[in-house]
């Protein structure tokens, strides 16, 4: 079966996840609704002027109105979105119709995480926490009723869900060791302990509606800046994988994060395009390695697998 349908339909979603990102990050409201505006002039874009890529082309670029250019992002996120919602087709290809919307609905919502977190240094809590609430969801109702094989059932989801949260958890635990030992102070050890504790509780108030009445508890529970290696957009991440991949594979993809975020960052470190203080967005090499596990992680996990058997 052929989805370069797909493809084009990925392109349309690929301009609405840009107003989406855009419009999140500057707190406006209508995030869905509302008419698209020329970044510049603010002129109202026509029909016409909203058609993927070739809108961009036609136009050269510019607005019609001021003539002013159009970042060339724009594009590029329209072709990404086409792309990742052809791989969703690819990896539901031969199986139900529910398995190729469950991963439509997991891509666009990864899609527009990247672009947040590439554009902004953010991942909204407005994505990520609805897309953690609908793979609970999506694992109790395959867990009890419909049992497909594509979409994770809710013990594996939670096993990958522990895995993955205690291997972030390091991130958290071991600078405020360090920051302990440095002033001397139980303070640091003591709030990363109690923020490792307090986030997956965090995320189940949050999902009824209830995160900033339990972040009014926590606050009173610290009292300085918790120390750590990653941010709290990241872990939401890592549950996200978790949920998706189990813990063996989920492990894996956050071992192959590293490495192509390592691979992809050292260069620009010797080139003196960023230093060893900048800060550097992990969640599109995690969202990267999410999708290469999910096409190729079973054929590394059982070669690794393999060379242990053999050593």
């Known amino acids: 079966m052929t989805f370069w349908y797909l493809f084009f339909i990925g392109l349309f979603f690929g301009s609405f996840a840009n107003v989406i990102s ?33 809108s961009w082309i036609l136009l050269r670029g510019k607005c019609r109105k001021c003539h002013k250019s159009i970042s060339w992002q724009y594009p590029i996120v329209e072709l990404f979105f086409g792309i990742l919602f052809l791989s969703a087709g690819l990896l539901a290809n031969n199986h139900q119709i529910v398995v190729l919307i469950w991963y439509l609905i997991i891509f666009f919502a990864l899609g527009i995480l990247v672009l947040s977190d590439i554009r902004y240094m953010d991942i909204p809590d407005a994505v990520s926490l609805p897309t953690i609430g609908f793979l609970i969801i999506s694992s109790l109702v395959n867990t009890f009723f419909v049992h497909i094989e594509e979409i994770p059932e809710i013990i594996p989801a939670l096993l990958g869900f522990v895995a993955i949260y205690g291997l972030f958890s390091l991130s958290i635990i071991i600078p405020g060791i360090l920051m302990s030992i440095q002033k001397r102070q139980s303070g640091p050890v003591r709030n990363a302990i109690i923020s490792i504790i307090a986030f997956p509780f965090w995320i189940v108030f949050s999902l009824f509606g209830l995160g900033s009445a339990f972040e009014k508890i926590f606050d009173n529970t610290t009292d300085e800046e918790i120390p750590a290696w990653i941010g709290g957009g990241d872990l939401r991440l890592g549950i996200i994988m978790g949920f998706i991949l189990g813990w063996k594979m989920g492990i894996m993809a956050v071992l192959f994060a590293c490495i192509i975020g390592t691979v992809f960052y050292i260069p620009l470190l010797i080139l003196g395009k960023t230093s060893s203080k900048s800060l550097v967005p992990f969640g599109p090499f995690l969202i990267l390695s999410l999708i290469l596990s999910l096409f190729f992680g079973n054929t590394i996990l059982d070669y690794y697998l393999n060379i242990v058997h053999l050593i």
């Open 22 to 54: 855009l419009r999140l990050h500057e707190k406006k409201p209508g995030i869905v609704m509302g008419h698209s505006e020329c970044p510049n002039c603010k002129y109202l874009l026509k029909w016409y002027d909203n058609i993927p890529l070739l």
